[in-house]
Structures are given as structure tokens and as C-alpha cells.
């Protein structure tokens, strides 16, 4: 089995502008299949660290003296690529979301092909599971997740019905939420409110809008001036996030300007938003929702 089909692998490589000698990052790891395509462009003198929290992702480690793999968050980048010796970097790369090989194993619970336990965690270190978003969130903190991180217009009727229902007995698989959900999912889209609810109680459990954002601060303090960032998300939630800081530099409001009104932000793009051809998308179907954006570090004010 593939244990995950990079997405858009030559144009976010490409993307990094890669010098032979620099020191790059792919923070999301997987299957590797970036991280060789990284490699294959590095020279000796070259340096790639990966990052990977989902412990199956160790097994796919590149026999590399200019590799390491650190099996750990990327949200704390900075931290540990300090423990290697590294402050600054020509480029980092990610690909966000959920690998193949996360969707493809039953029982990690992130497909809603397979009935399994509700876990849904992408390190199983986590502290928090699926089961316990559905089984122990009050009702309005089940309904924010929804609203927030699914877009679920009827985010209000689906949090009732799922505290309702564990009232009786916990809810404790996939199968079991379905069938508490299913009336309440709109006639003919039932499997796209059932992903929606499911990319909700993943983005929960995983924290993934919060690390997104950690992480992104942290590349302006890494990444060299003329250094490149290559990040792939897959919903609207991560691409605005990831825009809006290539623009603004932060998340919320306008951009910072100096005193002499110039914007002051640690990017600029380069060239626009680049999206899967339909040759693969074909090849490949979970690239359709792929965005890519890139950006170079300016030279600090």
C-alpha cells in the first residue's frame, strides 16, 4: 500500500527555489515522498530535517546521512530544531491535512468508510480523543466545533442530537455517530456532512488550527531573507489562515506599517495560487481541495 501520494510534488519543491547547500524542512513528513524529491536536488553540504508527530510515519525514516527525522509537532519547530543546532533555514515545506495512509487505516478512525472507535488522533500521545469531543463536550462547545471548523449551517441540530443520544448510552464508533447524525444531514449530501463533521472533530482533536498558526509565526523567525516557504492546505479554515499571513504577516487585521506608512511584513508572495491539474486529480482524488502558496522572506527593516 502507498503510504501517501505527495501532493503537488514538483511545484511545491520547486516552489523552495532549493540551494544544494542550503538547510531545509519538511514539517510534515509522512511518506516521504517530498522529502526525497528535497533530497534529490540537495548536494552533499545539503541539510533536510523532517517533522512527523503520527508515530507510523517513523517507519518510512530516509536512510540519509543529510536526513533526521523528528518525530514531534510541528508547531514546535523552532524548539527542536534549536536541540539540533539550527537557528536559521533556506526553506521549510508543508502539506497539511491527513495522509493516505492516516484516511486508509481503519481503526485511527479518520475515514467515514470504516467503522472503528472514535480516536482520531494523529499521535497516538495525544490527550485527546474523538470519543471525548462526542461523548463529554457541553452543547455549545459541540456546536462551535462544528460551526467553526465543519461549516455546518445546521451545527445546532447536530450537537443536540449527538448530547441527547449519549444521554441513553456513549457513543463510542463511527457507525454508532452516523446513525445519530444521519436524520439530521441534509437528504442526498449525507456523506459530505458526514466529512464535514468529521474534518470538525479531527481539526478539535488534533488542534490543528492552533498549531497551523504557532507554526507560521515561527517561519519568520527560521526561515533566512530570500529563504522560501511551500505550504499546502486543503480547506478554506488553513488557506485563509495561510494567505492572510503571506499578505499581513498576522492573522487578524491590517497589516503593520513603519513610520513612514510602508507595510512592514516578513513575506511577499511568489507568483499566484496554484491548484492540481485535472490529470491529478484524476491520478490521485484526495488533491482535489490541494492549494499551494508560496512565499519569500524579505530582508528585516
Avoid: C
Avoid at 512527523?52 to 533526521?68: P, T, Y
Avoid at 457513543?171 to 455517530?177: A, C, F, P, V, W
Avoid at 479531527?202 to 533566512?224: D, G, H, M, P, Y
Wanted: no cysteine.
Amino acid at each position: 500500500m502507498n503510504y501517501h501520494n505527495p501532493v503537488l510534488l514538483k511545484e511545491t519543491v520547486d516552489g523552495l527555489n532549493i540551494d544544494p547547500n542550503g538547510i531545509y524542512v519538511d514539517v510534515t513528513f509522512g511518506g516521504g515522498g517530498h522529502s526525497k524529491e528535497i533530497l534529490s536536488r540537495l548536494g552533499e553540504e545539503g541539510k533536510l530535517f523532517g517533522f512527523d508527530q503520527d508515530e507510523d510515519a517513523q517507519a518510512n525514516a530516509i536512510d540519509d546521512v543529510r536526513f533526521k527525522l523528528i518525530p514531534e509537532n510541528f508547531r514546535y519547530i523552532k524548539r527542536f530544531l534549536r536541540v539540533e543546532g539550527i537557528r536559521k533555514v533556506d526553506g521549510i515545506l508543508g502539506d497539511f491535512g491527513v495522509s493516505s495512509h492516516q484516511f486508509d487505516v481503519a481503526e485511527r478512525g479518520f475515514s467515514t468508510r470504516f467503522d472503528a472507535k472514535l480516536d482520531m488522533r494523529m499521535s497516538k500521545r495525544g490527550s485527546l480523543s474523538a470519543f471525548q469531543v462526542v461523548n463529554e463536550y457541553e452543547v455549545e462547545a459541540l456546536k462551535k466545533v462544528f460551526l467553526t471548523y465543519g461549516e455546518l449551517k445546521n451545527a445546532w441540530k447536530l450537537a443536540n442530537a449527538i448530547v441527547n443520544a449519549r444521554a441513553e448510552k456513549s457513543i463510542e464508533t463511527g457507525d454508532e455517530l452516523k446513525d445519530v447524525l444521519y436524520p439530521f444531514l441534509q437528504k442526498g449530501k449525507e456523506n459530505k456532512g458526514l466529512a464535514q463533521v468529521y474534518q470538525a472533530i479531527r481539526i478539535e482533536v488534533n488542534q490543528e488550527i492552533e498549531a497551523l498558526k504557532e507554526f507560521l509565526e515561527q517561519t519568520s523567525l527560521l526561515i533566512k531573507p530570500g529563504g522560501r516557504l511551500s505550504v499546502i492546505s486543503y480547506h478554506s479554515l488553513e488557506d485563509r489562515l495561510v494567505k492572510r499571513f503571506i499578505r499581513d504577516g498576522k492573522f487578524e487585521g491590517a497589516a503593520e506599517k513603519d513610520f513612514f506608512g510602508n507595510i512592514s511584513v516578513p513575506f511577499k508572495k511568489v507568483g499566484g495560487l496554484i491548484v492540481p491539474t485535472a490529470e491529478e486529480i484524476a491520478q490521485n482524488n484526495r488533491a482535489r481541495s490541494a492549494k499551494l502558496r508560496i512565499a519569500e522572506r524579505l530582508e528585516d527593516r
